[in-house]
T-cell receptor, first 119, second 113 residues
Framework: AQTVTQSQPEMSVQEAETVTLSCTYD???????LFWYKQPPSRQMILVIR??????QNATENRFSVNFQKAAKSFSLKISDSQLGDAAMYFC????????????????FGKGTHLIIQP | DAGVIQSPRHEVTEMGQEVTLRCKPI?????LFWYRQTMMRGLELLIY????????DSGMPEDRFSAKMPNASFSTLKIQPSEPRDSAVYFC???????????FGSGTRLTVV
């Protein structure tokens, strides 16, 4: 079974600074997807960024980027120029690639990192 | 697109009562997932459907939980009888194929007293 580990229950960063959230995962599969989701106090789950395991290039979405290290099974999220609106719980998640085996089988989530933005 | 629509947003019920949570997935999404979120256990997959057919219900905690998807645009999660330990936020999510991301509804906060 796949597992996702987020070792930082809480992180704090000054507004406009850069912060990196860590995530490691365990899988025996070679084709999979990794995601970061943001959950603000409204509790809505918002997709921040996704990475396809077969792509070596790290995904970026504006101020958000990832450092994907497949051999190390590491998938960290970097937030640049942190803003007050970035304050939320951040969840790392894993999904088997839909074309592997029996198809999509849902997301496996880490426990989350609570990100605090200091003004 | 209105996104994934869940109802109700909040539900408070007494122990022993039946509770039904509802979900309308995004049109064209073949996969529908039900998740439960608690402080102790985080986000857990309860059950998922592919083309309206239940594929894996191994996450359903007990026989008191059941889920149906009678058509491509509607799914229900039912708890009967409800217990205080069922108190949680229940999310529905849909996906076209699992690879391009999963879109979540706004969740139902269930409180069983």
């Amino acid at each position: 079974a796949q597992t996702v580990t987020q070792s930082q229950p809480e992180m704090s960063v000054q507004e406009a600074e850069t912060v990196t959230l860590s995530c490691t995962y365990d899988t025996s599969e070679s084709d999979y997807y990794l995601f970061w989701y943001k959950q603000p106090p409204s509790r809505q789950m918002i997709l921040v960024i996704r990475q396809e395991a077969y792509k070596q290039q790290n995904a970026t979405e504006n101020r958000f980027s990832v450092n994907f290290q497949k051999a190390a099974k590491s998938f960290s999220l970097k937030i640049s120029d942190s803003q007050l609106g970035d304050a939320a719980m951040y969840f790392c998640a894993y999904s088997l690639a839909p074309y592997s085996g029996g198809g999509a089988d849902g997301l496996t989530f880490g426990k989350g990192t609570h990100l605090i933005i200091q003004p | 697109d209105a996104g994934v629509i869940q109802s109700p947003r909040h539900e408070v019920t007494e122990m022993g009562q039946e509770v039904t949570l509802r979900c309308k997935p995004i049109s064209g999404h073949d996969y529908l997932f039900w998740y439960r979120q608690t402080m102790m256990r985080g986000l857990e997959l309860l059950i998922y459907f592919n083309n309206n057919v239940p594929i894996d219900d191994s996450g359903m905690p007990e026989d008191r939980f059941s889920a149906k998807m009678p058509n491509a645009s509607f799914s229900t999660l039912k708890i009967q009888p409800s217990e205080p330990r069922d108190s949680a936020v229940y999310f529905c999510a849909s996906s076209r194929d699992g690879g391009h991301g999963y879109t979540f509804g706004s969740g139902t906060r269930l409180t069983v007293v």
